[in-house]
């Protein structure tokens, strides 16, 4: 047992104990061949028909076929290939066919994917058209009633993968009785399978596919119904397996497993009852809502199955919101699966035509009807985990004012980048290159640690202030008129700097920040952040220096090789460099997770460093790595630490995060640097053993 809560089951699902032993059975015991005739494939094919006649009884299969597969890819494309074959013999033979391949705007890619494959290879062009949803994502009927006349194929789904939402499969059947097509139907039962009751041989449906993963069986296996009398084409032929209709020797450990659940399903004594599995989506919905003020769910709960919940909270990025729950070892999923790495907007949810925000900021959380209710309890306990873990960071707002930073905060860390210079005791900040796209999480940084901003400065003339002053209200300070740099007209002048030169400057704490002007024209400006000896700024107490571009040359004889030359453009993704980087060693810079204990004893001084966000610190869960305490800098606070580690003594720095990509990030930054002996854990803490259950 691990301390992971999986809410992840529309993706797939953990396999039933039952269905493990069915398996293991079938590969140990019962291990041969169902087409064999000998007593040994007897025994095998009797798990075959036992498991085939269970499905048939619950899905009400009549007449039709029953055909086991790989799954619902597998079962998806043998259903448009069959009916697209049809059409086209019915076509060749003269026959009106309609001239539209419809299906639902919410449908799993596989369904428009097939259609454009086998409609291209198979010569039909015919045109895709698809069929849109209402905003609560249900399909619009009257839209159906209009394109169903000419339709050849429709393509709905029993209920969404992303949101839960339930078809109106009587109403969609109504549609094509009114309208008299003779379009062949399909419909997508995986989300539906063991959630809602299906009798399909009492309705029109021609093609049901199925998938077992969804349901506590394991991967590679489904299965496929065909209404009978409904137009059939094997996709695979070969040795004449499921009665021709499928062949290639039977996943017999994939059956069998999936012949448990069903019959799990059939004896009704194992899955939940929807009342039960309502009750226990409103106690994560109310846990949402109490950790995640302004969350909003994205699917209606009164047209959707109980197991799914899809929400977005404003404000905050689904990466982040996935970053803080997986730290809280609760797995969940970024609109759909196929996307979660990309993060972006989910078609399904732009479909319903929800606002960019809630369809790229979503998150989905499903559960099977094998949920417990210990699991919900420890969900919801970490749903309010995750809460105060972005509360503390400011990222969600909060009714105490937070620990102030101090120091150098890098917003934006992929291309282009905003900076924040913080004093904690002085509670004040200046902030440069705010970018648009970070306004309001530097507003709600400000006021959430109380800062009062000095100046907004650019390095660039004529950037866009404006905004950010506005949201920033009584938190700015608007005494000073500004030059078109943002630049503090009574800033105090006179600061000498390393090679003579005067510069005006503004204190902040301890430290100043001075600008410089640099290139043709003075269009460009640095500045400089230091600590000051009296009046003069030594080019070694220059720790950082700000540019859009780079600008060595002007910063030659007032800084040094150690300054960090921190850029508001980072298309690279370097965070910060210095005036000559070093070379980086990519291969050597890896430490693999069986060497970090032999590392670790061998070089004691060496620093564990978490590259996560302060909220997934927070948030985590995971007993310190290698027994050891670590220190928490995300690589919006790497600038900062960097500019201390390279001053100080230089001991082995081993970054890690969840994947090892942050990590692998900071510790090429360090390199370059100079920093030799910095390294990232591979694999990242994923990869970790895992984690005994906490008390
Ligand atoms: N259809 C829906 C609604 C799904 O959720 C999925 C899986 O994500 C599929 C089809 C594809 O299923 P399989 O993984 O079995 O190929």
Redesign the pocket.
Known sequence: MTTEIYLDS?ATSVVLPAAIAAAIDAMGQRYGNPSSTHATGLKAKVILDDARACAARLLGVGQGRLMFNS???EG?QTAVLSALVALRERRDAGEAIGSLLVYGATE?K?VPESLAHWNRLLGLNLALHKLPVGHDGVHDLAALREVAPQAAMVCT?AAN?ETGVVSDLIGIEAVLAQTNTAALWMV?C??ALGKLKLDLSSTRIDYAPF?G??LYAPKGI?MLYVRAGAPFTPLIMGGGQESGQRSGTENMAGIAALGAVLSALERGDTFRTQAELCAFRARLADSLRAALPGVVFNNPFDKALPTTLNFAVPGLSSRELMDVFDAAEVRVSAGSACSSSKAAPSYVLDAMGLPLWRSAGAIRMSFGPLADEATIAAACARIERCGAALRASCLIPSERTAVPHDGLLQLGVEGACSWMVLDAASRSCIVIDPLPDHVARIESYVRCQNYQVQAIVSTLPNAGRAMLIEALGRHFNRHADADEYGWPLNAAAGLVLENGSGAASIKLGQQVLACVHCGTGDELRAYLLGTPQGATLPAASVRFAFSAHPVQQALHAVSTAQTLLCPTRDEHNQFCTVAAPQATLAADAQLDRSALDAFLQAHPNARLVDVREPYEFAAAIAPALAGRVALSVPLSRLAEHASGWLRAEQAPLVFFCRSGNRSMKAAQCLRRLGHQQAYSLSGGLALAPPLPLAA
Do not use: E, L, R
Request: charged share 10%.
């Open positions: 529309n799954g619902a890819t998806i799993h596989a789904m993968n997508d995986v989300q998938s993963h969804k489904g």
